[in-house]
């Protein structure tokens, strides 16, 4: 079982800055791409964005410019560095994560419990 726990969220106004953390721990052999989805209320969850092993990243149009993606591969940590954020960014952020077990060609998926953020004023 892998667990994916994360951290950092809370309250903010508009146009500051939030830094998400999640770090990976329990039985795996490898850890591949990692992610940070969100969900608002009423809304589906929706990728904001991604990081592979070799640090290429991937994002939502709407956080481009503003969120930073990064990883600690010797931490099996990944971070997003979230800047001017508004009102719409309010939301459950989730860490997400694909894995592989030793002796398993399989590729899992861990999902953390959330962390919500609020912008508000």
């Known amino acids: 079982q892998v667990q994916l726990v994360e951290s950092g969220g809370g309250l903010v106004q508009p146009g500051g800055s939030l830094r998400l953390s999640c770090t990976a721990s329990g039985s795996m052999f490898s850890i591949n791409a990692m992610g940070w989805y969100r969900q608002a209320p009423g809304k589906e969850r929706e990728l904001v964005a991604t990081i592979t092993t070799g640090g290429t990243t991937n994002y939502a149009d709407s956080v481009k410019g503003r969120f930073t993606i990064s990883r600690d591969n010797a931490k099996n940590t990944v971070y997003l560095q979230m800047n001017s954020l508004k009102l719409e960014d309010t939301a459950v952020y989730y860490c997400?994560?694909?894995?592989?077990?030793?002796?398993?060609?399989?590729?899992?998926?861990?999902w953390g419990q959330g962390t919500q953020v609020t912008v508000s004023s």
């Open positions: 997400n994560a694909g894995y592989q077990r030793l002796l398993d060609p399989r590729v899992y998926t861990g």
